[in-house]
């Protein structure tokens, strides 16, 4: 898995992979078409992410044989897989840089698998959220650059506005 503060799209795949085994071109273009409004990923990125997930035991791959075409990759979920998935769409993003695309594969997830539990996914998302304010607000008032106040409170007017926008994705969703 990569380093902790980088958003990784592994757990996404996993998500995709428990509607039933896929081959990689089919993943791709799935993840295109539900996500890539949100989250941008290159082909050879997926391929790349689905060999460390096969490694990692999480996927399993088969290669299928294909009339007159090169034998394809096709990817299963495993329990351990299904685990890391499902224990990755429960928890809040910890980092405002990353709310935009993981936060939002996560909303993604809990509508098209109908899970229960988004309004506690949102409260612990706004716990996050309310947290980061108050650390903000503090290094604020302890600064004395000017510069580095404004850059404080700019970050402390994003994470607000995201706390309002996730009540409203509660009446949305």
Sequence with gaps: MPREDAVSPQPVLLGLLIAGPRHGYELYQEFDRELGRVWELGLSKLYAQLKQLEEAGLVEAQTEPQPSRPARKV?????????????????????????????????????????????DLVARQQAVCQDQIARFERMATETDDSFRRCVLEFRRGQLEAVVGWLDRCLEIL
């Design 75 to 119: 990817y299963h979920l495993t329990p351990e897989g299904r685990a890391v998935f499902v224990d990755w769409v429960r928890q809040p993003t910890p980092y405002l840089r990353h709310i935009r695309v993981e936060f939002l594969a996560r909303l993604y997830f809990f509508q098209w698998l109908a899970l229960d539990g988004l309004d």
